[in-house]
């Protein structure tokens, strides 16, 4: 009967244990994250970024466009785009911003290729 209670306790010490294992690896999980935010903003737009990073940044940079685009495409799907300059929500084949008055650009469509990534299968 000892044997069991000391069981349980180990049982539920282990539980604790693991819980908190759990924990600090979220703790360091969002650490390395913050820490790699941090250095990605302050490297984006330095093209004398160590090149060990490079690759990383100019990837990140090309995921931030990629997202525009799957962005508007659905917004063409929508009929719908957005102004460049201020964020207006306009029909797509505006040419012009009715609220800031800016030109439009033709709207960003294609992806672009990471490097050392592999892209998803486009599916639409």
Partial sequence: MAWKAQNEISSSDAKRIDNAI????GQRKNLIYQ??????KANK???DVDATYKVMVDNINKLEDNRKVWINR????QGMRFCDGCGNVLPY?????NRCGVKLEPVAEELQELEGVPNPVETI
């Avoid at 759990?22 to 690896?25: A, G, L, P, S």
């Avoid at 820490?35 to 990605?40: K, N, T, V």
């Avoid at 659905?74 to 799907?77: D, E, I």
């Fill in 22 to 25: 759990t924990q600090v690896d």
């Fill in 35 to 40: 820490l790699g935010e941090a250095f990605y």
């Fill in 45 to 47: 737009k330095n093209e």
């Fill in 74 to 77: 659905k917004m063409k799907l």
């Fill in 93 to 97: 084949e505006s040419c012009f911003c």
